[in-house]
């Protein structure tokens, strides 16, 4: 027999041996960011083989088994409060799982799993205990009459042992084996007495029904397994260990929790949970940085941002001034890195992009921890005091709330999300782009797709494909046999040459003809995999199911539409070439008018950088090569190199591009030569959110009419100022260099103006505190006449506060000044500003000399003036 697995590597490496032996295809881990667009990452070992269990496609093999990296981190699959308190919640973790589709059922899986540990890993049966739904006698039988297990270690339990992907579709019962810790870790009884004693350790799910949306359970016909062993757990066992932070692959990261913190584990329980807080995290940070995350304000960047800050906080808590997310992130890669290679490839790039992020994050720490500490000493925060330290310091508001709660204080949540609901509604948007999608119950395209098989795409070899049938007919979600002129109806045929939207490429459109009836095709969208949904006006006549028709799309747009998805590949091998193999897809969109291509990159790309992206990608079009476009098995396009873009899924065989020196994963239609995409022509670079740009790009006949109205506008320009187009960048230096000296003078002439408003003012102070209204400026305005009519004040000294409503009566804004011998005496600008710029609903700085402020509250200004006058009349001499 051979020797027990004991460290990590060995548990992974039998893992996979044993389901080899017993013919399951070892699937490597899937990405930690998952296809399904309803996550926000991999949760469960599950994820990656979601598609197979729900029918939408056809498994490539019946038994496969897989250790997944999954990360829980937010949504609703979010532990990170428990993270560090318990031995069973991580935001990373691994998953082994064994899976069954339509093969093998409960008796193999359940006689299997007890192999597994009782042979295999060597755990003694008597600390195991099972527990099976109330309802599953078979699986109860099969523990007891088959593998063994003593009736009083099979506990029976209700919603706890039944799973369901949601409230319709796969569901069925589960059975959990559980370890026992011993007596001193709770009370005996079994799993359900609910004791932190027992540890789950594997469970096992039955898929057998099918639930309705009325909740009645039909028999699956082809009943499957999904299991979940948690590694981590697993090793807690296998290692003897009282706690998984002892574990191997904890106790390194541990260590160099301790050393860039100075602090021991074992000196208090309140450090040793941020030290475990600090070992988890920077396992999360650096897989999903690896993975192609970067930190943001938005969905998986705003978690990934949380998490590194929260690292960040709890090291800062610890006394650590100094970074420490590199050396996290270098022991995370000598813990992990011989079984994710990837992680060392990818370690100085991770940590280059923590680190930034760790750096931009400690100035607002210092400042937001300051401000919250003072505010928290006096109750609980309010929502503008929330919005306050989130707009004005970028101190965010899970923080706040964490911090808040402990020490026993509240955050009024709803009065800071009434203030950010203009932010929210932003960011909403650039959510957008849903529209257009094949909108019709999943079901009916199932019974579509399981009638008339899957959509022969004939585009890649033609626009137009004679005798397409036209197999069925949705409109207004339901399907139809005929509809007449007028009608919108989403057609179904069994061939056909339109694209179907899908990898960024919009769909095509075109039209359908068949004897005197024409139908206008507007998209092409794709149902399930392999169905393609035409949607469509009928202009003329009426339209059968059962006909015949001619399928046309609009080959001008196409042609435009391949012009720019090949060029966006040129742009992303120059992108690469000049900025880094850093750079990663991050999304794109290719139409016929455009192509928006968004890329992961953590600094502004310069003009002239852009200009020599710009010029490669031009090069290789002039170059004129042929381009091909083949299908290969996935192994063999990683062998040539092909990189992967992002959110697309790929099976076991796929189709790469070749264009010039971009290799790609690709399933679009692209160009037959490079010089077929004519120029390439840049309209836009720049951030649309942290870590990630966006390029903008026409190609062919849209450039070079881009290119001729550009030079249109330059001899228009050139005629206006006398100047031929060589000419025009030094005459507009001067002209230039004329408007800055008379700026120059302007603003001497306004300073002029305004001291003689200033001593105006000053004649008005009483006691040397001067608080009135002063309207119709900026803020800017307001803080240069405060200074100047503190200057004007006797002997310049004393206190000037002055609010006004700005120009475009939008804001009241507020502007103290006080005299360095009074602030000598303890007066502070901050102090006598805040009640007032509170009232304005806004805030200030903290200095004591000056301060400028206010917010949206304009209505309010009289009683901010009245608050400031109170706060300044300390002040009189």
């Given at each position: 027999?051979?020797?027990?697995?004991?460290?990590?590597?060995?548990?992974?490496?039998?893992?996979?041996?044993?389901?080899?032996?017993?013919?399951?295809?070892?699937?490597?881990?899937?990405?930690?960011?998952?296809?399904?667009?309803?996550l926000?990452?991999?949760?469960?070992?599950?994820?990656?083989?979601?598609?197979?269990?729900?029918?939408?496609?056809?498994?490539?093999?019946?038994?496969?088994?897989?250790i997944?990296?999954?990360?829980?981190?937010?949504?609703?699959?979010?532990?990170?409060?428990?993270?560090?308190?318990?031995?069973?919640?991580?935001?990373?973790?691994?998953?082994?799982?064994?899976?069954?589709?339509?093969?093998?059922?409960?008796?193999?899986?359940?006689?299997?799993?007890?192999?597994?540990?009782?042979?295999?890993?060597?755990?003694?049966?008597?600390?195991l205990?099972?527990?099976?739904?109330?309802?599953?006698?078979?699986?109860?039988?099969?523990?007891?009459?088959?593998?063994?297990?003593s009736?009083?270690?099979?506990?029976?339990?209700?919603?706890?042992?039944?799973?369901?992907?949601?409230?319709?579709?796969?569901?069925?019962?589960?059975?959990?084996?559980?370890?026992?810790?011993?007596p001193?870790?709770?009370?005996?009884?079994?799993?359900?007495?609910?004791?932190?004693?027992?540890?789950?350790?594997?469970?096992?799910?039955?898929?057998?029904?099918?639930?309705?949306?009325?909740?009645?359970?039909?028999?699956?016909?082809?009943?499957?397994?999904?299991?979940?062993?948690?590694?981590?757990?697993?090793?807690?066992?296998?290692?003897?260990?009282?706690?998984?932070?002892?574990?191997?692959?904890?106790?390194?990261?541990?260590?160099?929790?301790?050393?860039?913190?100075?602090?021991?584990?074992?000196?208090?329980e309140?450090?040793?949970?941020?030290?475990?807080?600090?070992?988890?995290?920077?396992?999360?940070?650096?897989?999903?940085?690896?993975?192609?995350?970067?930190?943001?304000?938005?969905?998986r960047?705003?978690?990934?941002?949380?998490?590194?800050?929260?690292?960040?906080?709890?090291?800062?808590?610890?006394?650590?001034?100094?970074?420490?997310?590199?050396?996290?992130?270098?022991?995370?890669?000598?813990?992990?890195?011989?079984?994710?290679?990837?992680?060392?490839?990818?370690?100085?790039?991770?940590t280059?992009?923590?680190s930034?992020?760790?750096?931009?994050?400690?100035?607002?720490?210092?400042?937001?921890?300051?401000?919250?500490?003072?505010?928290?000493?006096?109750?609980?925060?309010?929502?503008?005091?929330?919005?306050?330290?989130?707009?004005?310091?970028?101190?965010?508001?899970?923080?706040?709330?964490?911090?808040?709660?402990?020490?026993?204080?509240?955050?009024?949540?709803?009065?800071y999300?009434?203030?950010?609901?203009?932010?929210?509604?932003?960011?909403?948007e650039?959510?957008?782009?849903?529209?257009?999608?094949?909108?019709?119950?999943?079901?009916?395209?199932?019974?579509?797709l399981?009638?008339?098989?899957?959509?022969?795409?004939?585009?890649?070899?033609?626009?137009?494909?004679?005798?397409?049938?036209?197999?069925?007919?949705?409109?207004?979600?339901?399907?139809?046999?005929?509809?007449?002129?007028?009608?919108?109806?989403?057609?179904?045929?069994?061939?056909?040459?339109?694209?179907?939207?899908?990898?960024?490429?919009?769909?095509?459109?075109?039209?359908?003809?068949?004897?005197?009836?024409?139908?206008?095709?507007?998209?092409?969208?794709?149902?399930?995999?392999?169905?393609?949904?035409?949607?469509?006006?009928?202009?003329?006549?009426?339209?059968?199911?059962?006909?015949?028709?001619?399928?046309?799309?609009?080959?001008?747009?196409?042609d435009?539409?391949?012009?720019?998805?090949?060029?966006?590949?040129?742009?992303?091998?120059?992108?690469?070439?000049?900025?880094?193999?850093?750079?990663?897809?991050?999304?794109?969109?290719?139409?016929?008018?455009?192509?928006?291509?968004d890329?992961?990159?953590?600094?502004?790309?310069?003009?002239d950088?852009?200009?020599?992206?710009?010029?490669?990608?031009?090069?290789?079009?002039?170059?004129?090569?042929?381009?091909?476009?083949?299908?290969?098995?996935?192994?063999?396009?990683?062998?040539?190199?092909?990189?992967?873009?992002?959110?697309?899924?790929?099976?076991?065989?796929?189709?790469?591009?070749?264009?010039?020196p971009?290799?790609?994963?690709?399933?679009?239609?692209?160009?037959?030569?490079?010089?077929?995409?004519?120029?390439?022509?840049?309209?836009?670079?720049?951030?649309?959110?942290?870590?990630?740009?966006?390029?903008?790009?026409?190609?062919?006949?849209?450039?070079?009419?881009?290119?001729?109205?550009?030079?249109?506008?330059?001899?228009?320009?050139?005629?206006?100022?006398?100047?031929?187009?060589?000419?025009?960048?030094?005459?507009?230096?001067?002209?230039l260099?004329?408007?800055?000296?008379?700026?120059?003078?302007?603003?001497?002439?306004?300073?002029?103006?305004?001291?003689?408003?200033?001593?105006?003012?000053?004649?008005?102070?009483?006691?040397?505190?001067?608080?009135?209204?002063?309207?119709?400026?900026?803020?800017?305005?307001?803080?240069?006449?405060?200074?100047?009519?503190?200057?004007?004040?006797?002997?310049?000294?004393?206190?000037?506060?002055?609010?006004?409503?700005?120009?475009?009566?939008?804001?009241?804004?507020?502007?103290?000044?006080?005299?360095?011998?009074?602030?000598?005496?303890?007066?502070?600008?901050?102090?006598?500003?805040?009640?007032?710029?509170k009232?304005?609903?806004?805030?200030?700085?903290?200095?004591?000399?000056?301060?400028?402020?206010?917010?949206?509250?304009?209505?309010?200004?009289?009683?901010?003036?009245?608050?400031?006058?109170?706060?300044?009349?300390?002040?009189?001499?």
């Open positions: 027999m051979p020797e027990t697995p004991r460290t990590a590597d060995e548990l992974r490496r039998a893992w996979h041996e044993f389901w080899a032996a017993r013919a399951h295809t070892e699937v490597e881990s899937a990405s930690t960011i998952p296809i399904d667009a309803s926000l990452f991999t949760v469960a070992g599950m994820v990656p083989f979601k598609s197979y269990f729900v029918g939408e496609e056809t498994p490539p093999y019946s038994r496969a088994s897989s997944q990296r999954c990360v829980r981190a937010g949504g609703k699959h979010n532990d990170l409060d428990d993270i560090g308190r318990t031995n069973r919640h991580f935001s990373f973790f691994e998953m082994m799982g064994n899976f069954s589709f339509g093969d093998y059922f409960k008796r193999e899986a359940i006689t299997w799993a007890w192999e597994f540990f009782t042979d295999v890993l060597q755990f003694p049966a008597d600390r205990w099972v527990t099976v739904h109330v309802s599953d006698d078979e699986a109860a039988a099969i523990w007891h009459d088959e593998v063994g297990v009736a009083d270690r099979i506990q029976r339990l209700d919603e706890d042992n039944f799973w369901k992907m949601g409230d319709t579709g796969p569901c069925g019962p589960s059975s959990e084996i559980f370890w026992d810790l011993g001193e870790h709770g009370v005996d009884g079994g799993p359900a007495t609910g004791s932190d004693r027992y540890v789950e350790v594997w469970n096992l799910v039955f898929m057998q029904f099918d639930q309705l949306p009325d909740g009645t359970k039909v028999p699956l016909p082809k009943p499957s397994i999904d299991t979940g062993a948690g590694l981590e757990r697993n090793l807690l066992v296998l290692q003897g260990k009282e706690s998984v932070w002892e574990l191997d692959i904890f106790a390194p990261l541990i260590a160099a929790a301790e050393h860039v913190t100075g602090v021991k584990y074992g000196t208090s309140e450090h040793d949970v941020y030290l475990r807080v600090l070992a988890d995290h920077a396992r999360t940070m650096t897989f999903v940085v690896s993975d192609g995350v970067m930190p943001s304000n938005q969905e960047g705003y978690v990934l941002r949380r998490i590194i800050r929260r690292a960040v906080r709890h090291a800062y808590q610890l006394g650590a001034r100094d970074l420490v997310t590199p050396a996290l992130v270098a022991a995370v890669c000598a813990v992990m890195g011989e079984s994710y290679p990837k992680l060392l490839a990818d370690q100085a790039l991770v280059k992009i923590i930034r992020e760790e750096e931009s994050f400690r100035g607002t720490l210092a400042r937001g921890t300051e401000m919250l500490d003072e505010l928290l000493s006096q109750g609980d925060i309010s929502g503008e005091d929330a919005f306050f330290l989130h707009d004005t310091l970028g101190f965010p508001v899970d923080l706040t709330k964490e911090i808040a709660a402990e020490q026993g204080r509240s955050v009024d949540v709803a009065g999300e009434a203030r950010m609901t203009e932010q929210r509604e932003r960011a909403r650039a959510a957008k782009e849903a529209g257009g999608k094949a909108n019709a119950p999943i079901d009916l395209y199932r019974e579509i399981g009638g008339s098989g899957l959509t022969t795409f004939t585009g890649r070899d033609e626009y137009s494909t004679a005798h397409a049938t036209v197999v069925a007919m949705i409109s207004k979600g339901e399907r139809v046999a005929r509809v007449g002129m007028g009608t919108h109806v989403d057609v179904v045929l069994d061939r056909s040459p339109f694209y179907a939207e899908s990898g960024g490429q919009v769909g095509d459109a075109g039209t359908l003809t068949v004897a005197n009836t024409l139908i206008s095709v507007t998209d092409t969208q794709v149902g399930l995999p392999g169905l393609f949904i035409h949607r469509c006006i009928v202009d003329s006549g009426e339209l059968r199911e059962g006909d015949s028709v001619i399928a046309a799309i609009d080959g001008v747009r196409r435009r539409i391949r012009r720019n998805h090949t060029a966006t590949h040129l742009l992303h091998w120059a992108l690469r070439e000049t900025l880094g193999d850093h750079v990663k897809q991050a999304g794109s969109h290719v139409s016929a008018e455009r192509l928006r291509f890329f992961s990159h953590f600094d502004s790309v310069s003009a950088e852009l200009l020599r992206i710009e010029a490669m990608a031009n090069a290789q079009v002039i170059s004129g090569i042929a381009v091909t476009h083949d299908e290969m098995s996935k192994s063999e396009a990683v062998e040539r190199g092909a990189i992967a873009f992002f959110g697309d899924k790929y099976g076991d065989v796929v189709r790469v591009l070749e264009a010039g971009s290799t790609e994963f690709c399933g679009g239609t692209h160009v037959d030569n490079l010089g077929f995409i004519g120029p390439i022509k840049i309209l836009s670079e720049g951030s649309i959110g942290s870590n990630v740009r966006r390029i903008e790009a026409v190609t062919g006949d849209v450039a070079l009419s881009r290119i001729a109205d550009e030079e249109s506008r330059l001899r228009r320009v050139s005629t206006q100022l006398k100047a031929s187009p060589a000419e025009l960048e030094d005459k507009v230096g001067r002209l260099a004329q408007v800055k000296d008379l700026e120059t003078e302007l603003a001497g002439l306004r300073s002029k103006a305004a001291q003689s408003v200033a001593t105006e003012l000053a004649a008005q102070g009483v006691g040397g505190v001067l608080v009135l209204r002063h309207d119709g400026g900026t803020p800017d305005d307001l803080r240069q006449m405060a200074q100047a009519t503190l200057k004007a004040m006797p002997e310049g000294r004393g206190v000037v506060a002055l609010l006004g409503k700005s120009s475009d009566g939008a804001k009241g804004a507020i502007a103290v000044a006080v005299s360095k011998d009074l602030v000598a005496k303890g007066a502070s600008a901050a102090e006598i500003a805040a009640p007032g710029a009232a304005l609903g806004g805030g200030t700085a903290k200095s004591p000399e000056l301060v400028v402020g206010g917010g949206p509250n304009v209505a309010a200004l009289d009683e901010a003036q009245r608050l400031v006058a109170e706060a300044a009349a300390h002040w009189k001499q």
